[in-house]
């Protein structure tokens, strides 16, 4: 389905199944959903990358001058830890879906 650098997605479908009377009207129907899985050790490289870089940007004199690099980096680590939370990202999920499920413009 996709690939980035800290992650897959990847589409399924969760089988239905029936009930033990195997019934017809009993039957779970099959579901398409979207598995998200993050490449082991991710959030550990990315804060080693952000260690080699703020030291080869300072060694270096790479950033301008006036740019706050340890800001940067700061920021920069702040989010990336927000993308590799995908339990977070699950609940703003379902937030969302709650606060749109009942507007028929959305449909």
């Known amino acids: 389905f996709a690939a980035a650098s800290i992650g897959q997605v990847h ?3 969760i089988r239905g199944e029936a009930d033990d009377d195997s019934s017809m009207d009993s ?3 099959s579901q ?3 598995v998200k899985v993050q490449y082991p050790g991710v959030s550990n490289s990315i ?3 952000l260690r080699n870089l703020t030291m080869l940007v300072k060694l270096t004199g790479l950033a301008p001058k006036g740019l706050f690099i340890d800001n940067v980096i700061r920021v920069g680590r702040e989010e990336l830890k927000v993308e590799c939370d995908y339990v977070r990202e699950m ?3 379902q937030r ?3 606060l749109v499920e009942t507007d028929d413009t959305l449909q």
Do not use: I, L, W
């Open 27 to 29: 039957k779970t129907p």
């Open 32 to 34: 398409d959903v979207v």
């Open 91 to 93: 609940k703003n999920q």
């Open 11 to 13: 589409r399924a479908k």
């Open 96 to 98: 969302f879906q709650q």
């Open 47 to 49: 804060e080693s990358d």
